[in-house]
């Protein structure tokens, strides 16, 4: 689709580009627009050096992606480490997208669905459906209704997402709470199963399936639309219940839609790569810090995401080779003390 630069610096406000497709008239803001580029420059470079790492040079890299070059160099790429790009592109994207619609619901920068127990639902539902409870539904089925079960249990008892700080310290008690039943049902069950069951509770994109991946896509490709959608309503909720209700926000139908979107990609980004922390709790502030200013950066949070799951990947395939690190736990080392940082940080207004 091709646009049109406009044609006097009248034609948008400043700090915008004003587009005009088809017909359409598309404030763009600049450094939003600036930002993004520069996210998938990031990505793209992250991506080739996670692609060519190791015994693979970037020559042979580049061949074997247009399906020339040996066997096994083919078998590699095609059918190792790209499949596994895939997956953190899109389960880093999702978390992004995730954290983001939540921070902004609960107003504070500390909600995420790792913290307010969203993952952790999905993760003790999974792992039941291994180890405890005899079902015909895969783990995946089981992720996505255990984390609408905390994403629930989060919103009924934390005051419907508009008090943030007892949304999160509800959310933690969840998380808890489900993390304990994850750990006594692995403790009962037999080693077997136990190591069945272990992929879930760490994060990890080694082997993942096709059929989750491709899940994971379609789930990217409805819920970000939506997010875009309710674009207006996201900006308003940043403010006062009362205000947001002056400008003609429904919140209750807003909160509710924002929920839903959020589980949705959570839990289908736990079924692809486990629970990993760090990406939706990072993600929206470097894409709030890159932007630069006071919008919801739905689409910059989702490339933060990608960039920081598919960073911390490469570190563990590479920084300890050949030992492999698990995506979720070089997350959750450096997550530990970036969560710190926010914490001692001077709040800022609106910041919960």
Not at 52 to 62: D, F, H, K
Not at 219 to 230: F, G, S
Request: a positive charge; proline letters at 6%.
């Amino acid at each position: 689709m091709s646009a049109t630069a406009p044609a006097s610096a009248n034609d948008a406000p400043r700090g915008y580009w004003c587009l005009r497709p088809a017909g359409l008239t598309l404030l763009v803001h600049r450094r939003g627009a600036w930002a993004g580029l520069l996210l998938t420059a990031m990505i793209l470079a992250i991506a080739t050096g996670s692609l060519s790492s190791g015994t693979i040079p970037l020559a042979e890299t580049v061949a074997a992606l247009a399906g020339i070059g040996d066997p096994v160099t083919l078998f590699m790429l095609h059918e190792l480490r790209v499949p596994r790009l895939v997956a953190g592109l899109l389960s880093g994207a999702a978390l992004g997208v995730g954290g983001c619609l939540l921070q902004t619901l609960a107003r504070n920068r500390l909600a995420t669905p790792g913290i307010i127990g969203i993952d952790d639902g999905a993760t003790a539902f999974a792992v039941a459906s291994i180890v405890a409870i005899p079902t015909s539904l895969a783990p995946p089925m089981l992720a996505l209704m255990g984390a609408a079960t905390a994403a629930a249990l989060a919103f009924g008892l934390g005051g419907g997402g508009s008090r943030g700080y007892r949304f999160i310290v509800v959310g933690i008690a969840i998380g808890a709470l489900f993390g304990a039943i994850t750990n006594f049902m692995l403790a009962r069950t037999d080693i077997d199963a136990a190591n069945l069951a272990y992929p879930w509770t760490v994060g990890s994109l080694n082997a993942r399936s096709a059929t989750t991946v491709a899940t994971l896509a379609a789930c990217l490709a409805v819920c970000l639309p939506i997010a875009k959608i309710l674009g207006r309503d996201l900006q308003l909720l940043r403010f006062s219940d009362a205000i947001a209700i002056g400008l003609g926000t429904r919140l209750r139908r807003t909160r509710i839609a924002i929920l839903i979107v959020t589980v949705f990609v959570t839990a289908t980004a736990v079924a692809v790569a486990g629970p990993v922390g760090l990406v939706s709790l990072a993600a929206p502030e470097i894409a709030r810090h890159l932007t630069g200013h006071r919008g919801v950066p739905v689409i910059n949070s989702a490339l933060a995401g990608a960039l920081l799951m598919i960073a911390a990947d490469w570190a563990g395939r590479t920084a300890f080779a050949p030992v492999e690190i698990p995506v979720g736990v070089i997350t959750a080392v450096v997550g530990g003390p970036y969560l710190l940082w926010i914490l001692l940080r001077e709040p800022r207004p609106g910041g919960g």
